[in-house]
């Protein structure tokens, strides 16, 4: 199994006239990893995964392996609110050549913990791809309660979870409970540092595609126990925050347009374009760093 620490980013798909804008989503990850970003989360969420088809799936994913690789990790999501939709689309990753796969919380259904238990058996299950659980109850309503967790985390195709909740406490004692051979990896842009200081793994993050570089500075020296970065980090927490103004992936989306990295800002519908306000508290933010 490849290395699946450090950071992931969690990638956009760009769109011109409503179809999948491959030109630019090469420059994306062209950008990404002149920056040094190697890892990558293919049809996630900030992908804007319920409405992509499976063919424009495959044609991402194999854009992706094209720009950064062998060397490089990829990661499909193949979550969804439907077990057997899940089983198979990890099934379809793995045939794809996926080094792994995403899955979220069943959003929606509300399901039990022996619901979601069996959920997640069921795609662990259905083939040998290794497996990172997905927990943003945010988005989900319904989060993976910690024991669960730590119980499947002895699945030996189990081999990690993105915790996005934010919780640091929660965090810490999945570290704790599940092992050192067991991925907590922060899906939090705002704490993800501060869980690495407490032996997380890394991050599956969205303002990584605005800030490759030092994302990856930031991490690599809060895994090493500096101090400083909090510091360091401060200094952008206000473009962060605007990065999250509006639901994600709206505003990463404009970031990249006026960095002249995609072409367009646009989404699919539900999804709508950054809001005039938005986009002008966006836009200062950047021009403060000096990224546009």
Same mark, same amino acid.
């Given at each position: ?59 991402? %994913?194999? =854009? /992706? ?7 490089? +990790? $990829?990661?499909?999501?193949? &979550?969804?609110?439907? #077990? !057997? ?34 959920? %997640?058996? =069921? /795609? ?7 497996? +990172? $659980?997905?927990?943003?109850? &945010?988005?989900?309503? #319904? !989060? ?149």
């Amino acid at each position: 199994m490849k290395s699946f620490d450090g950071v992931f980013t969690a990638l956009i798909t760009p769109f011109e006239h409503g179809e999948v804008d491959l030109d630019s989503f090469r420059r994306l990850v062209r950008h990404q990893v002149n920056a040094g970003t190697q890892k990558f989360v293919i049809n996630g969420t900030t992908a804007e995964s319920p409405t992509l088809t499976w063919s424009e799936v495959v044609r991402i %994913f194999e =854009a /992706a392996r094209d720009e950064v690789g062998d060397e490089g +990790v $990829l990661i499909v999501g193949t &979550g969804s609110n439907n #077990t !057997k939709n899940t089983v198979e689309a990890t099934l379809r990753a793995r045939d794809l050549g996926a080094d792994g796969a995403l899955v979220v919380c069943p959003y929606y259904n509300k399901p039990t913990v022996e619901g979601l238990r069996q959920h %997640f058996l =069921a /795609a662990a299950n259905s083939s040998d791809l290794p497996i +990172v $659980l997905y927990n943003v109850p &945010g988005r989900t309503i #319904t !989060k993976i309660p910690s024991q669960l967790i730590v119980e499947l985390s002895s699945h030996k195709n189990i081999v990690g979870v993105k915790e996005a909740s934010g919780n640091i406490a929660r965090g810490e004692g999945l570290i704790k409970a599940c092992g050192k051979d067991f991925i907590v990896t922060s899906g939090d842009d705002g704490t993800c540092f501060e869980l690495a200081s407490k032996g997380g793994s890394g991050v599956i993050s969205v303002m990584s595609h605005i800030l490759p570089s030092e994302t990856v500075e930031w991490m690599q020296r809060s895994r090493e126990g500096d101090p400083s970065v909090t510091g360091d980090f401060e200094a952008y927490r206000s473009l962060v925050e605007a990065l999250y103004c509006e639901p994600n992936p709206i505003p990463v989306k404009m970031a990249l347009y006026l960095m002249n990295i995609i072409k367009t800002p646009d989404l699919r519908l539900p999804m709508v374009q950054m809001s005039a306000e938005g986009t002008s508290l966006l836009k200062q933010n950047m021009q403060q760093l000096e990224l546009i």
